[in-house]
């Protein structure tokens, strides 16, 4: 069968052969709709040649453009289904988020101690909500509230212990 035809164009010849290349690759992928998809691709590329190369067989040349559309829809959809395992597989993993008896059990401990913290006498209060809520050195509380450094390491202590006796006394781990 020899398709040698220099007058007629290439989208003439994929109009004439449009059937048989649709039959081609439903067979080829399983699906006629995406088979037609892959056709108006072909269309589009030979419409769009600002030249139009000298053929000895155009249905050849149009055939090896579908060959070659069909095995980069292979290729995207291999890909596609390899990052949608992917995304199964992490419904899989379990949520690392706390569960909601942690967090309440977090926001009960947060109140026993905010209670402990609020029983201190205010300048070991003071010293503790600075360096644990604050963040500040023990040398710039100690020059921001004119006492010695070794107070502030006293202080420290002293609410430390409470805290976690009275948290304990309160019902808290």
Known sequence: MDERNDSVPLPAVLE??????TKFLTQRLGCPTLARE???DTYIRVRSLKQHPSLENPLAYLYRIVI?????ERRQAG???????????????PDARPSIESEIDGHRELRLLQQAVDELPPR???VFVLRKYHALEQALIAERLGIS????????????????????ELGGS
């Open 38 to 40: 892959l056709i108006h």
């Open 16 to 21: 004439q052969h449009y059937s048989e290349l």
């Open 149 to 168: 450094r070794s107070m502030v390491e006293k202080h420290l202590r002293k609410g430390l212990v409470y805290c976690r006796q009275r948290v304990k």
């Open 124 to 126: 070991c209060r003071e």
């Open 79 to 93: 890909r596609r289904a390899q990052h949608l395992n992917q995304d199964s597989n992490m419904e899989d993993l």
């Open 68 to 72: 070659n559309l069909a095995r980069d």
